[in-house]
């Protein structure tokens, strides 16, 4: 199964009365590999996106693209179609199956960044009312596009290699070490979070593993933390994935916190 849309890949194929209302322009400091990434990443929208996006929900996806349904009651929905051949996709959006708008992006590799060309096409948009409308698109993409752009460049940069970093981490005295709760430690090429749960202080790595998010605040009490890209909630403890139930991930193995024998120091290794 692949569109809904039939001649996806074609231009206006509903042959509307299409007013293109606005055009955006943009060198995105991300390649293009990590672009297509998140294109096709329909699941971030609810979360990173989350002051743009109130109900996304899965329909369909495969190599072609994805549909999702824009609200509980599935009666809009939005369909993004890839054309890979001319490095651009489509994402038009219907409303009771009524084509609502069509927005074309156009991706060109500049060394390890990437130009987008955005293109908005509105059907009946009166003359008068072309900016107006154009102007709520080109705020909106804005926005979504800095927080994507933020959302690559730390995939990039967790996927590059780390410099090496010591093996073990000196915490300091026992006393020194819970003054200074919360901090982060690198250890071995990872960063880790130390917070005190419950009163006791858990050591757990700063890294999603789902697709590399940053991973801060754990709740003091339950010791559950949630990764902003897509929402996955973790036990800080066990390291489980609590949501979604279906996740194949858990946090990874966290060093140990242990006394050092003749100073009496906390010391943090593997
Ligand atoms: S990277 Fe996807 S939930 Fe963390
Ligand atoms: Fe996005």
């Given at each position: 199964m692949g569109p809904k849309q039939s001649q996806a890949l074609i231009e206006n194929?509903?042959?509307l009365n299409m007013v293109r209302v606005a055009r955006y322009e943009r060198l995105i400091k991300a390649n293009l590999e990590r672009v297509w990434e998140n294109v096709r990443d329909w699941a971030h929208l609810p979360w990173l996106h989350s002051g743009s996006f109130n109900f996304v929900s899965l329909d369909m996806e495969g190599d072609w693209g994805w549909r999702t349904w824009s609200s509980a009651s599935h009666s809009g929905h939005v369909e993004l179609c890839i054309d890979?051949?001319?490095?651009?996709?489509?994402?038009?959006?219907?409303?009771?199956?009524?084509?609502?708008?069509?927005?074309?992006?156009?991706?060109?590799?500049?060394?390890?960044?990437?130009?987008?060309?955005?293109?908005?096409?509105?059907?009946?948009?009166?003359?008068?009312?072309?900016?107006?409308?154009?102007?709520?698109?080109?705020?909106?993409?804005?926005?979504?596009?800095?927080?994507?752009?933020?959302?690559?460049?730390?995939?990039?940069?967790?996927?590059?290699?780390?410099?090496?970093?010591?093996?073990?981490?000196?915490?300091?005295?026992?006393?020194?070490?819970?003054?200074?709760?919360?901090?982060?430690?690198?250890?071995?090429?990872?960063?880790?979070q130390i917070s005190l749960v419950a009163g006791d202080p858990v050591v757990y790595t700063t890294t999603c593993p789902h697709l590399l998010g940053p991973l801060s605040q754990a709740d003091a009490l339950s010791g559950q933390v949630s990764c902003p890209w897509h929402g996955y909630r973790f036990n800080v403890h066990t390291g489980a994935c609590l949501s979604p139930e279906n996740a194949k991930c858990r946090l990874r193995q966290p060093p140990v916190i242990r006394p050092d024998p003749v100073s009496g120091d906390l010391l943090l290794s593997y």
């Open positions: 194929p509903n042959q890979l051949p001319r490095q651009r996709y489509v994402a038009r959006s219907y409303r009771h199956q009524q084509q609502i708008s069509e927005i074309w992006t156009t991706l060109t590799p500049i060394d390890d960044d990437t130009q987008i060309l955005v293109e908005f096409h509105v059907p009946d948009v009166a003359p008068q009312d072309s900016n107006k409308v154009g102007q709520i698109f080109l705020d909106l993409y804005k926005t979504l596009w800095d927080e994507d752009e933020l959302m690559m460049r730390d995939r990039q940069q967790q996927l590059s290699p780390q410099p090496p970093g010591p093996e073990v981490v000196n915490l300091g005295t026992p006393a020194a070490f819970l003054q200074s709760l919360p901090r982060r430690v690198t250890i071995r090429q990872h960063t880790f």
